[in-house]
């Protein structure tokens, strides 16, 4: 086993250095440039950078950075945000976990008990949860959190459709239908000035793309089937 992390970035130069500092050096690191202005450059010479010509969001961003450690012959790869949310601290937790379960996804689970997370975040998170339930029969904690490590073979079998913010919860749902198993790791639920000023969630428009997904997906699951549903979810080959 092979362990990376991957540090999607648009317009966080600002921090992502230190994210990518922060990292030990058991672990590669593949930092996507998603078409930042200006162009990000990085200080560690152990990081490889990935620049995309013109912001392609998020999906466009992880899906590169898949692509990318799939060459350099990783197996698995953590994924971090690059504006501080998700603490490198826990990297150990997600490497241990993974280890002992090699072909599950390990998802981190935030604490919304916290009175710092916003009510809307609150809300997001409550909501996506539950179609997630509804669209595969499984609970889990914390269905929005990008802080998750994916077996690499795992991911590039799944037939992901939907781009942007959606992209990350449509994953989960096709690896639930591919009959992938998952598990968690509690971490901290971080939010402040810093890390709410650096999001680049648009509430309208992401909560309308999510809730058009999500119609989709629940058609797919109510009046298709298991079976079909399982063959939507997995490339053809």
Same mark, same amino acid.
């Given at each position: 086993?092979?362990?990376?992390?991957?540090?999607?970035?648009?317009?966080?130069?600002?921090?992502?250095?230190?994210?990518?500092?922060?990292?030990?050096?058991?672990?590669?690191?593949?930092?996507?440039?998603?078409?930042?202005?200006?162009?990000?450059?990085?200080?560690?010479? @152990?990081?490889?950078?990935?620049?995309? !010509?013109?912001?392609?969001?998020? *999906?466009? +961003?992880?899906? %590169?950075?898949? &692509?990318?450690?799939?060459?350099?012959?990783?197996?698995?790869?953590?994924?971090?945000?690059?504006?501080?949310?998700?603490?490198?601290?826990?990297?150990?937790?997600?490497?241990?976990?993974?280890?002992?379960?090699?072909?599950?996804?390990?998802?981190?689970?935030?604490?919304?008990?916290?009175?710092?997370?916003?009510?809307?975040?609150?809300?997001?998170?409550?909501?996506?949860?539950?179609?997630?339930?509804?669209?595969?029969?499984?609970?889990?904690?914390?269905?929005?959190?990008?802080?998750?490590?994916?077996?690499?073979?795992?991911?590039?079998?799944?037939?992901?459709?939907? @781009?942007?913010?959606?992209?990350?919860? !449509?994953?989960?749902?096709?690896? *639930?239908? +591919?009959?992938? %198993?998952?598990? &968690?790791?509690?971490?901290?639920?971080?939010?402040?000035?810093?890390?709410?000023?650096?999001?680049?969630?648009?509430?309208?428009?992401?909560?309308?793309?999510?809730?058009?997904?999500?119609?989709?997906?629940?058609?797919?699951?109510?009046?298709?089937?298991?079976?079909?549903?399982?063959?939507?979810?997995?490339?053809?080959?």
């Amino acid at each position: 086993m092979k362990f990376c992390v991957i540090i999607p970035c648009y317009n966080h130069a600002d921090t992502v250095n230190g994210v990518a500092a922060s990292i030990g050096e058991g672990l590669g690191v593949i930092v996507v440039d998603d078409g930042s202005s200006p162009p990000v450059r990085l200080e560690n010479d @152990r990081c490889v950078l990935v620049r995309l !010509e013109k912001n392609g969001g998020k *999906a466009g +961003a992880l899906k %590169r950075g898949f &692509e990318e450690a799939k060459k350099l012959g990783y197996t698995h790869a953590v994924t971090m945000d690059a504006d501080r949310q998700h603490p490198p601290a826990y990297l150990d937790e997600f490497v241990r976990a993974a280890k002992t379960f090699q072909h599950e996804i390990i998802l981190g689970t935030r604490d919304f008990d916290n009175p710092a997370v916003p009510r809307g975040r609150r809300f997001l998170n409550k909501f996506s949860n539950f179609w997630f339930w509804v669209e595969t029969g499984v609970r889990l904690g914390d269905t929005q959190c990008g802080y998750r490590c994916y077996p690499l073979a795992a991911v590039d079998s799944l037939n992901v459709k939907f @781009r942007g913010f959606v992209f990350e919860v !449509e994953l989960l749902v096709k690896a *639930a239908w +591919a009959g992938c %198993r998952f598990r &968690e790791v509690e971490i901290p639920a971080i939010y402040d000035e810093q890390t709410l000023a650096g999001s680049h969630y648009k509430p309208f428009s992401d909560t309308l793309k999510f809730s058009l997904m999500n119609t989709r997906l629940c058609f797919c699951r109510f009046f298709l089937g298991k079976a079909w549903c399982r063959d939507i979810a997995l490339k053809k080959k």
